[in-house]
């Protein structure tokens, strides 16, 4: 439909481009009378670079730190770049969420080309997303965004009857944590030999309670307010030791844990092993703890001060095992690198791993941990999903829909994987890609980005966000540009991002991707 009015722009080669769309598309945005008239873009030369601690608002066109002039973020009348961060007026803690602004974008200003001296400018735009896209009002990016996405197909605004929110998602997402933290549990209780670890939990959760503390609480940052694995591992030993309050021969959950540590420390100190000391974990138990890969608190990114990314643990993500699969167990699998053998029998006998006792107790812990985050009644957290929730969000949303209405979602692109690539719909990047490689990947994501019935949701940088719009064109003496219209923080659609980067942040670690979620009406309501 912009496809003329492109044309004509090419033609009249117009000053202010966007001034010039602002009259065609007949907007309201922007001047309204002679007397207010739209700047011209200023040139590199008579930039200033912004002052140091003021938020940036950048508009048609945008100035980087550095005094250059690149393309902007959207309009420059309507403030869209605020930070994406609020104050818990309880705790007073920083938390990820988007302000209260307005969530109406400028048309005009999002059409208009972002810089003079263009050519062969092209936009693909999703007009349902941005006026289907919702507020996270907490670190809750995954379930805001699979709503967004869900409303855009579905054709309804954020305000509709029908639309959807992030508390329409945040109870599936609860439900899959709960099935997942019951299927380690019902684990844990076989190997134990039939026992219940209700007891265990109960006692967890008041030592913890007794510290401050809780399962889902924050530890990043000096927070000290949740339960990292040296920590759980310390309290199970103590509530555990002796057999507990019945004793070695009580028969219960105390008991048999107590037995398996017993064991454990024995055949330690015969192997001549260090650290055996009752009360020091191992390396199962407390090393190595790794906080959720998404946004649960401010600072959640892993990029250190020389912007290198830390290494992330063998087997610590499954996303990269099986990406379109929405019932994986685990987000951090401890156990992931141990011979997978059978769970039947009883504790600490040969029909199970040495260590699986341990690692589906962690695991527990960490689900119900993960369920007091998502469950938080004033700021809940997605951030112990990874992909495989956000597949799994969609499938349920869809389950649970009455409007006749079906979605699926995958995992498109990311990180080239051994045998699964482009032949399944997936594109594999690679840092060896040449430019007809990268032009294909491109016409992929913009392909989708303005089509019908399809809308992407990016993982960049711990971070869940939608794909709102696509461009493309020269600029005279640079070349060819490519960008996606996406958010960093928040959801609101805030930032150009150059594709370029994106495939770098695809590149840097097998979790982040893009997945590619689809939707059809099957049937009447």
């Given at each position: 439909m912009f496809a003329p009015l492109l044309a004509?722009?090419?033609?009249?080669?117009?000053?202010?481009?966007?001034?010039?769309?602002?009259?065609?598309?007949?907007?309201?945005?922007?001047?309204?009378?002679?007397?207010?008239?739209?700047?011209?873009?200023?040139?590199?030369?008579?930039?200033?670079?912004?002052?140091?601690?003021?938020?940036?608002?950048?508009?048609?066109?945008?100035v980087s730190p550095d005094g250059k002039v690149h393309p902007g973020s959207v309009s420059d009348n309507v403030m869209y770049a605020k930070e994406?961060?609020?104050?818990?007026?309880?705790t007073g803690e920083?938390?990820?969420?988007?302000?209260?602004?307005?969530?109406?974008?400028?048309?005009?200003?999002?059409?208009?080309?972002?810089?003079?001296?263009?050519?062969?400018?092209?936009?693909?735009?999703?007009?349902?997303?941005?006026?289907?896209?919702?507020?996270?009002?907490?670190?809750?990016?995954?379930?805001?965004s699979v709503a967004g996405a869900v409303n855009s197909i579905k054709g309804y605004g954020r305000g509709d009857e029908g639309a959807i929110g992030h508390l329409d998602v945040l109870p599936h997402m609860a439900d899959m944590l709960r099935e997942q933290m019951e299927a380690?549990?019902?684990?844990?209780?076989?190997?134990?030999?039939?026992?219940?670890?209700e007891p265990l939990i109960e006692s967890v959760k008041g030592e913890l309670e007794e510290m401050g503390r809780t399962l889902g609480g924050k530890e990043k940052n000096g927070a000290k307010k949740g339960c990292p694995k040296k920590l759980l591992w310390e309290i199970v030993r103590r509530v555990c030791e002796g057999g507990g309050q019945g004793g070695v021969e009580g028969g219960d959950c105390f008991a048999a844990i107590w037995e398996l540590l017993e064991k454990e420390r024995v055949k330690k100190e015969k192997e001549g092993g260090a650290g055996v000391e009752r009360g020091e974990g191992g390396e199962d138990e407390g090393e190595g703890d790794e906080e959720e890969e998404e946004d649960d608190d401010e600072g959640?990114?892993?990029?250190?001060?020389?912007?290198?990314?830390?290494?992330?643990?063998?087997?610590s993500d499954l996303d990269h095992k099986e990406d379109n699969d929405p019932n994986q167990i685990m987000v951090f699998d401890f156990s992931s690198n141990a011979k997978k053998k059978s769970l039947k029998g009883k504790?600490?006998?040969?029909?199970?791993?040495?260590?699986?006792?341990?690692?589906?107790?962690?695991?527990?812990?960490?689900?119900?941990?993960?369920?007091?985050?998502?469950?938080?009644?004033?700021?809940?957290?997605?951030?112990p999903f990874g992909n495989w929730g956000i597949l799994g969000a969609v499938s349920r949303v869809s389950d649970a829909d009455t409007s006749?209405?079906?979605?699926?979602?995958?995992?498109?692109?990311?990180?080239?994987?051994?045998?699964?690539?482009?032949?399944?719909?997936?594109?594999?990047?690679?840092?060896?890609?040449?430019?007809?490689?990268?032009?294909?990947?491109?016409?992929?994501?913009?392909?989708?980005?303005?089509?019908?019935?399809?809308?992407l949701i990016s993982h960049h940088k711990n971070h869940y966000a939608l794909i709102f719009a696509c461009r493309e064109y020269e600029v005279r003496g640079e070349g060819k540009r490519r960008e996606c219209f996406t958010a960093r923080k928040g959801q609101r659609p805030t930032e150009w991002i150059d594709f370029k980067e994106l495939r770098e942040t695809y590149l840097s670690w097998e979790g982040y991707k893009l997945m590619l979620v689809e939707g059809k009406k099957t049937k009447q309501a």
């Open positions: 004509s722009m090419s033609i009249e080669m117009p000053v202010n481009p966007r001034q010039w769309l602002l009259k065609a598309l007949g907007g309201s945005s922007g001047p309204t009378s002679p007397e207010e008239k739209v700047p011209e873009p200023p040139s590199p030369r008579s930039v200033s670079p912004p002052k140091a601690g003021k938020s940036e608002v950048r508009g048609a066109t945008g994406a961060f609020k104050i818990d007026p309880v920083r938390i990820e969420a988007d302000t209260d602004d307005s969530e109406d974008v400028d048309m005009a200003a999002l059409m208009a080309p972002p810089v003079s001296g263009w050519n062969g400018y092209g936009v693909y735009v999703d007009k349902g997303l941005l006026d289907g896209w919702v507020k996270q009002p907490s670190p809750c990016c995954g379930a805001a380690k549990k019902g684990s844990l209780e076989r190997l134990l030999g039939g026992v219940s670890v959640d990114d892993e990029e250190g001060a020389g912007g290198a990314r830390k290494k992330r643990k063998s087997g504790r600490g006998s040969k029909s199970g791993t040495a260590n699986s006792w341990k690692a589906n107790l962690t695991e527990m812990f960490k689900k119900l941990g993960g369920i007091e985050k998502v469950t938080h009644p004033v700021k809940p957290s997605t951030g006749g209405w079906t979605f699926k979602a995958k995992v498109v692109m990311g990180k080239k994987k051994v045998g699964k690539n482009k032949d399944n719909g997936y594109y594999g990047l690679t840092r060896k890609d040449g430019e007809e490689e990268i032009e294909n990947q491109w016409c992929f994501l913009k392909g989708c980005a303005g089509k019908v019935g399809k809308c």
